[in-house]
């Protein structure tokens, strides 16, 4: 159970182009997923948390309308890098958030995208 | 500010020889304590939550512990398969949903 799925696994686009990436929970509803950037040999960076039907919470310096974040329903949320640059080529990963009984909530990743801006 | 450390950064071990990877955390409340394992391009595998301090894990040849300062992966007898980036993050009360990572250590396992 718990599983993650983003697509797709890796896109090359150039310079100026929009590109839409969509994470989903296969076997649990996710109220609230979350995006990160990690470049390599760094840890992951949150980029902004979404939550389902309502507009999503950026960190700070990110930007929201360079990467637009749509969760329309319990098990998918989708990122849209807009007129994309080199700069933004890195590896984005999607998590969403199981809810449990417990003390808290457990995050379970997906397997992330390799985006290359030429 | 929530912070969190790991270390070492790497680690290279010979295949059966048992150690231990850290990471301190300064947090206003600890809501949740999590481990992941990372492989090279993929995304981080959950392992672990421990919640409160004295909370003891275990999985396989890995076993997580918890005080009110630091955690600790215990890796016993590991195999090459056991190489990967592991990842600490703790969630704080105040900050909802949000984790906040460790930098990683990067675990290499000689046969």
Same mark, same amino acid.
């Given at each position: 159970?718990?599983?993650?799925?983003?697509?797709?696994?890796?896109?090359?686009?150039?310079?100026?182009?929009?590109?839409?990436?969509?994470?989903?929970?296969?076997?649990?509803?996710?109220?609230?997923?979350?995006?990160?950037?990690?470049?390599?040999?760094?840890?992951?960076?949150?980029?902004?948390?979404?939550?389902?039907?309502?507009?999503?919470?950026?960190?700070?310096?990110?930007?929201?309308?360079?990467?637009?974040?749509?969760?329309?329903?319990?098990?998918?949320?989708?990122?849209?890098?807009?007129?994309?640059?080199?700069?933004?080529?890195?590896?984005?990963?999607?998590?969403?958030?199981?809810?449990?009984?417990?003390?808290?909530?457990?995050?379970?990743?997906?397997?992330?995208?390799?985006?290359?801006?030429? | 500010?929530?912070?969190?450390?790991?270390?070492?950064? !790497?680690?290279?071990?010979? +295949?059966? %020889?048992?150690?231990?990877?850290?990471?301190?955390?300064?947090? =206003?409340? #600890?809501?949740?304590?999590?481990?992941?394992?990372?492989?090279?391009?993929?995304?981080?595998?959950?392992?672990?939550?421990?919640?409160? !301090?004295?909370?003891?894990? +275990?999985? %396989?040849?890995?076993?997580?512990?918890?005080?009110?300062?630091? =955690?600790? #992966?215990?890796?016993?007898?590991?195999?090459?398969?056991?190489?990967?980036?592991?990842?600490?993050?703790?969630?704080?009360?105040?900050? !909802?949903?949000?984790?906040?990572?460790?930098?990683?250590?990067?675990?290499?396992?000689?046969?």
């Amino acid at each position: 159970g718990a599983v993650v799925s983003q697509h797709p696994s890796w896109v090359i686009c150039k310079s100026g182009t929009s590109v839409k990436i969509e994470c989903r929970s296969l076997d649990f509803q996710a109220t609230t997923m979350f995006w990160y950037r990690q470049f390599p040999k760094q840890s992951l960076m949150l980029m902004a948390t979404s939550n389902e039907g309502s507009k999503a919470t950026y960190e700070q310096g990110v930007e929201k309308d360079k990467f637009l974040i749509n969760h329309a329903s319990l098990t998918l949320s989708t990122l849209t890098v807009t007129s994309a640059h080199p700069e933004d080529s890195s590896f984005y990963i999607c998590s969403a958030e199981m809810g449990t009984s417990g003390n808290t909530d457990t995050q379970y990743f997906g397997p992330g995208t390799r985006l290359t801006v030429l | 500010e929530d912070q969190v450390t790991q270390s070492p950064e !790497a680690l290279r071990l010979q +295949e059966g %020889e048992s150690s231990s990877l850290n990471c301190s955390y300064t947090v =206003s409340g #600890l809501r949740g304590l999590f481990w992941y394992r990372q492989d090279p391009g993929k995304g981080p595998e959950f392992l672990f939550t421990l919640y409160s !301090a004295g909370e003891e894990k +275990e999985k %396989e040849r890995l076993k997580a512990t918890l005080t009110k300062k630091e =955690s600790f #992966l215990h890796i016993t007898a590991p195999k090459p398969e056991d190489s990967a980036t592991y990842l600490c993050a703790v969630q704080a009360s105040s900050s !909802a949903s949000k984790i906040i990572f460790g930098s990683g250590t990067r675990l290499s396992i000689r046969p």
